[in-house]
């Protein structure tokens, strides 16, 4: 992207209608950008039908046990390498159902991001930006839901399982905030009223009275934001049988792993296919400063087994080429092993994953040094690696929201698509 515009560009018949519509009454209208394009550019997408499961690994999964191993490196740790179905790929023992359904995935092994800490971390890796003071940027879930979901939709598009992201819908308002489920796929106590139905139809018409009342003479988007939200979560109450999948986990059980990392999994593939554009799941513990291989040991084979299955489940149900799945931490950790057997968090070269829609399976992108020190070849920057992600789903990255009358792009501006991992 140019870092300069022409003289020309300074002063547009676009940049003055948008400067006089920002000055008008001495306020702003936010998020007005979406009168310039970005509504139109959710249209096309939505056309796509592409969703995305995220699956966070929070604390930072290390590229050693997984994707990137060191064998016989003083960077190496006790695991062995096992062979995949594709050749000349190689991935650690603890993995032996993902080893064989490498040829569904696309593994990014030259990862360089800037936040070494857990919390801007988490955020950079939601967001694809640094934390700022005066921009709230929004997660990748609530960009995905309004570029792939469905405003008529009675389910929300972007919901939650046990993660740790708190960015929420940021500069796009609260029309796509995730929705936050418990950590076993549970609904959340305010998802259900208590009142009967007719009470609950009553009091709603009189809420809708007053505040369609209040709004034909203060056009302010708050409050235009607050009876969509509202509304978005009356609607829900049609629908509230698609989370009641309880019968769906008996049968599914031992196809995705008894545990709660694959009962995250089977609720993401199963709300995916109702229709929600966007879903996260998560699993903690991978902050391993102590005892890392044993930490990898518990952790990997749950969380291996049940992506191994959601892949399967997908692929079964003829979803898979629509779905992106995306598996990823924060950060990565260190190639030196410290005293206590752990490893500490690392940012300079580390792995990645995606399968399933708009990439390309069977691939290893990148490559370290022999220790895993450093990027060897074919960085990829989180700007990167997001703008590859929406450009899979049918997103441009350089589409623009404002933030007052600032355009803020999805993914930075200095990004590159990695091409060779799409289809």
């Not at 979560?233 to 698609?242: D, E, K, M, P, S």
């Not at 699993?283 to 391993?288: C, I, K, L, V």
């Not at 990823?328 to 500490?344: A, F, L, Q, Y």
């Not at 990645?352 to 450093?374: M, R």
């Amino acid at each position: 992207m140019r870092k300069q515009c022409s003289p020309h560009e300074h002063l547009s018949r676009r940049s003055l209608l948008k400067g006089s519509l920002a000055t008008v009454g001495g306020g702003t209208l936010m998020n007005w950008g979406g009168l310039f394009g970005s509504d139109a550019f959710a249209s096309e997408a939505k056309k796509s039908n592409k969703r995305c499961i995220l699956i966070w690994l929070n604390g930072g999964c290390s590229q050693f046990e997984t994707f990137d191993m060191k064998v016989g490196r003083p960077s190496g740790g006790p695991f062995r390498e096992i062979s995949t179905n594709v050749a000349g790929t190689r991935v650690c023992e603890l993995m032996p159902k993902i080893s064989q359904r490498m040829d569904k995935l696309a593994v990014i092994r030259s990862m360089r991001t800037t936040e070494i800490d857990h919390p801007q971390g988490i955020y950079s890796m939601h967001t694809g930006w640094s934390k700022s003071a005066d921009t709230r940027f929004p997660e990748i879930g609530a960009i995905v839901a309004k570029y792939c979901g469905s405003v008529e939709s009675d389910l929300p598009d972007f919901v939650k399982i046990s993660s740790q992201g708190d960015a929420g819908s940021g500069i796009l308002g609260p029309q796509y905030q995730p929705f936050q489920l418990g950590r076993d796929g549970d609904l959340p106590t305010f998802s259900k009223s208590n009142l009967s139905v007719d009470l609950e139809s009553r009091r709603h018409g009189l809420r809708d009275f007053v505040e369609s009342t209040y709004a034909a003479n203060h056009q302010a988007e708050p409050v235009r934001m607050h009876r969509e939200a509202y509304e978005r979560a009356r609607r829900l109450n049609n629908v509230l049988g698609t989370f009641e999948l309880e019968q769906e986990w008996e049968k599914y059980r031992d196809k995705y792993g008894n545990s709660k990392i694959g009962r995250r999994m089977m609720i993401a593939a199963r709300l995916v296919e109702a229709g929600v554009a966007f879903v996260e799941v998560g699993q903690s513990g991978y902050d391993t400063h102590a005892d890392n291989f044993e930490g990898h040991k518990s952790l990997v084979p749950p969380m291996e087994h049940g992506w191994a299955a959601l892949i399967d489940d997908l692929e079964e149900r003829g979803l898979l080429d629509d779905t992106l799945i995306v598996w990823m931490g924060e950060i990565g950790r260190t190639p030196k092993i410290n005293n206590r057997s752990g490893r500490d968090h690392y940012v300079r070269s580390w792995s990645t994953a995606l399968a399933g829609g708009g990439v390309k399976g069977g691939l290893v992108y990148g490559e370290s040094d022999e220790d895993g020190v450093d990027v060897k070849s074919d960085k990829v920057t989180e700007a990167d690696f997001f703008a590859t992600i929406y450009t899979a789903l049918g997103i441009d990255p350089t589409t623009e929201n404002y933030a007052g009358v600032r355009p803020i792009p999805l993914a930075q501006f200095e990004h590159r698509v990695v091409k060779e991992l799409l289809t």
